[in-house]
């Protein structure tokens, strides 16, 4: 592999992968930190190189074979290699020139096979460490770190540095540029065994992340509808920790400076990764408050929890056998109890309770919507409570926004005509609806809304590309204010014991919250949100003692 130009040494050598990383190369197969791997790797003439990698040999040529050739090299190495070395004269002054010959990837894997060689005993301590020396004083491929972007050098370079520099991040594979809301430069990877990406918000720590991790930042979304770094945001410098590098172990990070707001990537059990949004409350919820209501008859309390889910795709579809998945589901015993609670304490008739779809006046179902509705009757016959639940696909590619809605609906005279008065209350007090039978009527209808009504299309909801983040708003709206009710006006304290939360001035309030959320929450983690936003609710309309309710 040595031969002598004007009596210089002029390494000729090639490095060969036994197996490609590509599944598509010569013998591929294995994913790229096996390929890269020492055991992977076969010292061989350009010759031969080109003869064992071209697809008319390949039946000649097998892994078997290539692995025997390295077998009988690494068995000869020990007896010769010294002496081949010694005819060089100077060996620290012509090294460098001779590897940066030989070797055209990185210094990293030199660096890496110095370290198997010396591992398994072929040679020294002493000369290992004359090979990293000569390794180190390499001049660098590629744009220097930072180069690209005037003014990120030196918080590329920290973090670069800090991370393990060269030997274990590689060189760099490409200039620094401008991605999103902030900076980025790809690395060839080193000893970490993966492509590495330097990447900074500005004003922030730089951080250097993993490939796989930047690959799946860049994927997530929709690139004509919003997606990548600009909507996810880059990972938190503070996430590599001391050592400012977020390797393949870490299974959840913090993302920052996206469009789609705070959240983290998470590593899925079944691989790959999904942006989750950071769960957030808010006091903009109103987009959700009137859809759906101008063909219903009224009533006097209407608790409602919209989700809206930012599917994209433009083939979404409810289809029949959809419908079928959705009638199943509701067609279960827990699927009413949404609406069957509130008769428990209340006069109604003791009937079962079924969702029905609904008229075509009501409600569409079809393949863009599915609308049902429950009643439970008071003991006059009238509708008493009443529960309807929605499904509405996006109108369009730019909506993005699957509806997800559930909705009762109560009338306290048809639940005890008659029912004498208490004071200047046209509700008697056993009636009213309380604070755990709210925690509990927006628990129930999150899972209704978050997990049934998918069901309409699609049976593997985790499976659907989303750009963004779900968002729920939950209402308790008085539908018999003094500016709606007609002839029947009942302030909301009327027909809600909020007793828990203290006391407020205002005569007249609506409780509503907008929540930005993961669809995937566990039972537990629901009741917390759903706990923490009654409070939000209550303090946004003045109640003095929300925040010390317990209940």
């Known amino acids: 592999m040595i031969v002598m130009e004007h009596d210089r040494p002029v390494f000729v050598g090639e490095i060969a992968l036994i197996v490609s990383s590509s599944p598509a190369g010569p013998r591929g197969g294995l994913p790229l930190r096996a390929g890269n791997d020492f055991s992977n790797l076969l010292l061989l003439c350009a010759r031969h190189h080109k003869i064992i990698d071209d697809p008319a040999t390949a039946e000649r040529y097998t892994v078997e074979v290539l692995r025997s050739w390295k077998y009988e090299q690494e068995q000869q190495i020990e007896a010769s290699a010294l002496g081949q070395l010694d005819q060089f004269g100077d060996l620290r002054a012509q090294l460098p020139g001779l590897l940066v010959q030989s070797f055209q990837v990185t210094t990293s894997e030199l660096s890496a096979a110095v370290d198997r060689v010396e591992e398994v005993g072929l040679i020294a301590h002493e000369s290992a460490k004359l090979l990293r020396d000569a390794v180190d004083r390499i001049p660098e491929r590629g744009p220097r770190i930072g180069e690209g972007i005037p003014g990120i050098e030196p918080a590329f370079q920290l973090a670069y540095d800090t991370a393990g520099g060269v030997t274990f991040l590689g060189p760099t594979a490409s200039l620094a540029y401008e991605d999103g809301p902030g900076y980025v430069q790809h690395l060839r990877g080193g000893s970490c065994g993966d492509a590495a990406v330097l990447c900074a918000l500005p004003g922030s720590y730089a951080v250097a992340v993993t490939g796989e991790l930047w690959a799946a930042i860049c994927q997530q979304g929709h690139p004509s509808l919003g997606g990548g770094p600009s909507a996810v945001g880059f990972p938190a410098a503070r996430a590599g920790g001391a050592r400012r590098y977020i390797g393949p172990e870490v299974s959840e990070i913090e993302t920052l400076g996206g469009t789609w707001g705070p959240g983290r990537m998470v590593r899925r059990a079944s691989g790959g990764w999904r942006w989750r949004p950071e769960t957030r409350l808010d006091s903009n919820a109103h987009r959700d408050r009137n859809i759906w209501t101008a063909g219903a008859d009224k009533m006097d309390l209407r608790l409602r929890f919209a989700a809206r889910i930012p599917w994209l795709g433009n083939e979404l579809r409810i289809r029949s056998a959809g419908r079928r998945r959705l009638d199943a589901e509701l067609a279960q015993p827990w699927a009413t109890e949404v609406v069957r609670a509130f008769g428990h304490s209340r006069p109604t008739i003791g009937e079962t309770v079924r969702w029905t779809k609904t008229s075509e006046l009501d409600g569409r179902n079809d393949s863009w919507g599915a609308a049902y509705r429950c ?97 729920v708003e939950m209402y308790v709206v008085n539908e018999r204010s003094p500016n709606t009710g007609g002839d029947r006006i009942l302030q909301t304290g009327d027909m809600l014991d909020l007793s828990p939360f203290g006391s407020t001035t205002r005569n007249h309030y609506e409780l509503a919250a907008g929540i930005t959320v993961a669809m995937d929450q566990a039972e537990p983690q629901i009741y917390t949100i759903v706990r923490s936003a009654l409070v939000w609710m209550a303090e946004d309309c003045g109640f003095t003692d929300a925040n010390l309710a317990d209940w």
Not at 418 to 437: C, H, I, W
């Open 375 to 471: 009643a439970l009757r008071g003991p006059g016959g009238r509708p008493a409570i009443v529960g309807r639940v929605l499904a509405q696909l996006p109108g369009g590619p730019q909506d993005g926004s699957f509806l997800s809605l559930v909705d009762v609906r109560l009338d306290f005279d048809a639940m005890w005509p008659g029912a004498a008065r208490v004071g200047d209350s046209p509700v008697p007090p056993e009636l009213r609806v309380t604070v755990p039978e709210l925690a509990a009527f927006f628990s129930r209808a999150w899972g209704l809304a978050m997990t049934t009504l998918p069901q309409a299309v699609t049976g593997t909801p985790d499976d659907l590309t989303t750009a963004g983040a779900s968002r």
